[in-house]
């Protein structure tokens, strides 16, 4: 069974950067989706952002324009790039995989916004 492994969480001053990576432990194909899900203390889990295999690429609102999806198509890795990060951001970030017809998620990453 494939995991996915997540990267790159911690703590940062508002307005600051950070960048989760999310990788397959093993080979995957006919990706279909690609997401980064959040979920902050006592909240629903909330989705972020999702690329579909045609290219296309949604964020929820709250984070348009601050953070980036991206996608290394040799690896099959997914990226998260967050800029200008809230304090509101704080939460556990999943990544989660869609692919043939499995559904693979992230541990989950820590990610604290705070000065």
């Known amino acids: 069974q494939v995991q996915l492994v997540e990267s790159g969480g911690g703590l940062v001053q508002p307005g600051g950067s950070l960048r989760l990576s999310c990788a397959p432990s093993?080979?995957?194909?006919?990706?279909?989706?690609m997401r980064w899900y959040r979920q902050a203390p006592g909240k629903q889990r909330e989705l972020v952002a999702a690329m579909f295999s045609g290219g296309s690429i949604n964020y929820a609102d709250s984070v348009k324009g601050r953070f980036t999806i991206s996608r290394d198509n040799a690896k099959n890795t997914v990226s998260l790039q967050m800029n200008s990060l809230k304090p509101e951001d704080t939460a556990v970030y999943y990544c989660?995989?869609?692919?043939?017809?499995?559904?693979?998620w992230g541990q989950g990453t820590q990610v604290i916004v705070s000065s």
């Open positions: 093993g080979s995957i194909f006919s990706v279909n989706i």
């Open positions: 989660n995989i869609n692919y043939d017809h499995f559904s693979v």
